[in-house]
């Protein structure tokens, strides 16, 4: 049975998502977060577990947390042979590197240092409080174009920043704006717009200067030819190419996460089985209420685990 393995982006951490594993995991979970503590300059593992949730939620910190939190469930799926018959990794955002690292297309420890970075820069990239992001549901995009437009006449540069299913959008924006854009999305008979938890408006051209600085760090890291078929949040296609892949990244922080066309791609090539490796399970429920005749699956707690090791590899219990 092939299996698809997909990783989160931020937004999937949150304070307390690595307690319920530190009774089977304590030893390694300690030695992961040793380098990943020493890489970051902070206890990443504290607040990890301890909190506060303000400040885990911050891009730069946020980030790290969920790779190395996805990369400790992937290992751990590893040794108990789940991971023997990957058709493709594909993940969203941020998940991109947690992808890559486990198609061993890049080393870990460089891994987390360019999710640091890279969430520097984009903390910095607009002044603290200016920016931010809002999710639209229920509106086909042809609508949400048509917000995005009627905006854009208005003199403000609002984006698409996340294609998450067929009635699931993300708009990148001014944070001054948000109300003029929740309002516009009711009249259009939206079901839902909501302001995100975010820090800036990913995803979008704000991100211009910090993914030209970012390109400096990435230039110096080596990449590999990815192990396991892999796919672009910026072409929704395979890339195998390592040069490729490291150019797509910088232009990832300026263009829209195209999810949708990665779940279309993934279907009609006649993937059936997917499992989201890391904290949280938005991809799998976004696969499942896009494709229902798709089975998803999630590492979001121990009892998700043992139910995908049943139905991956036959195993009940650790």
């Known amino acids: 049975m092939n299996w698809v393995f997909l990783f989160p982006g931020q937004g999937s951490q949150k304070v307390g998502m690595l307690e319920e594993w530190k009774s089977l995991l304590g030893p390694e979970i300690d030695v992961l977060f ?3 503590n020493q890489i ?4 990443l593992l504290k607040l990890v577990l301890e909190g ?28 108990r042979g789940a991971c023997v018959s990957v058709a493709a990794v594909a993940g969203h955002s941020l998940g991109e590197y947690s992808a890559l690292c486990a198609a ?11 999710v640091r970075k890279r969430g520097e820069l984009m903390q910095e990239a607009m002044p603290e409080g200016t920016g931010t992001m809002v999710a639209v549901i229920g509106l086909p995009m042809a609508q949400v174009e ?23 959008f993300v708009l990148s924006l001014r944070k001054a704006i948000v109300g003029g854009v929740l309002e516009k999305v009711k ?34 890291v080596r990449f590999k030819k990815p192990r396991y ?15 490729e892949i490291k150019r797509l990244l910088i232009q990832q ?4 996460v195209r999810w949708k066309e990665i779940m279309d791609l993934l279907y009609n090539s006649g993937i059936r089985n997917v499992v989201e490796v890391g904290p949280g399970m938005v991809l799998s429920k976004l696969f499942e209420r896009e494709y229902p005749a798709v089975r998803a699956f999630n590492t979001g707690s121990l009892k998700a685990v043992q139910s995908f090791l049943r139905e991956a590899v036959g195993v009940d219990g650790w």
């Open 34 to 36: 040793e380098r990943v």
């Open 40 to 43: 970051c300059g902070c206890d």
């Open 52 to 79: 506060p949730e303000e400040e885990l939620s911050l891009t730069f910190n946020a980030q790290p947390a969920i790779l190395a939190v996805s990369m400790l469930l992937f290992r751990f799926l590893q040794r």
């Open 104 to 114: 061993e297309s890049i080393d870990f420890e460089e891994a987390i240092f360019l």
């Open 146 to 168: 048509e917000i995005v437009a009627f905006f854009r006449r208005e003199g403000e540069n609002v984006e698409i920043a996340n294609i998450n299913s067929s009635e699931q």
């Open 187 to 220: 009249e259009y008979g939206g079901k839902k717009a909501v302001e995100l938890r975010v820090s800036a408006p990913f995803h979008s051209s704000y991100m211009q200067e910090a993914a030209e600085r970012f390109g400096s760090f990435l230039e110096k």
């Open 229 to 243: 078929p892999y796919i672009s949040n910026v072409t929704a296609s395979y890339v195998e190419n390592p040069e």
């Open 253 to 256: 922080m300026t263009a829209p």
